[in-house]
Each structure stands twice: as C-alpha cells, then as structure tokens.
C-alpha cells in the first residue's frame, strides 16, 4: 500500500507567530517508503521508480524542501 507524506502547519520563518495552523504544504507521493532519523532527516523513495528519491532537512526549525 503506497503512503504520503503531507507538510502542513507551516511557518516561513521559525520565529512567526501563528494565529492559525499556518500554510499548507506540499504532498508527496505515492511512496515504497518514508524514513526519519532524530526528526531531522526524512528520507523517502516515490513508488513510481521513474521519480528520484527525496531527501528533506529540518534546520532551525524549519523543513528545507
């Protein structure tokens, strides 16, 4: 079964006060796998092998697409 990775809740700077639940973000997918170490790296591979892996880094609070 195939999985998505949705980013939601977002800021474009980590020191923005939010008054809501912030933008929507994007949605990848469908994907074989997603794969987190420490929540700072995510990893993921698109089921559709014609697509490149993805890779997103959080810094500072923030996910560097």
């Given amino acids: 079964m195939p ?3 949705e980013l939601f ?13 912030g933008s929507l973000g994007p949605i990848f997918g469908p994907l074989q796998f997603v794969h987190t170490t420490y929540a700072c790296n995510i990893k993921f591979n698109y089921a559709d092998e014609s697509q490149r892996d993805g890779w997103l880094n959080v810094t500072e609070r923030l996910c560097l697409l």
């Avoid at 809740?9 to 639940?21: I, V």
């Fill in 9 to 21: 809740h977002g800021r474009k700077d980590p020191k923005e006060e939010l008054e809501d639940w």
């Fill in 3 to 5: 999985a998505y990775l």
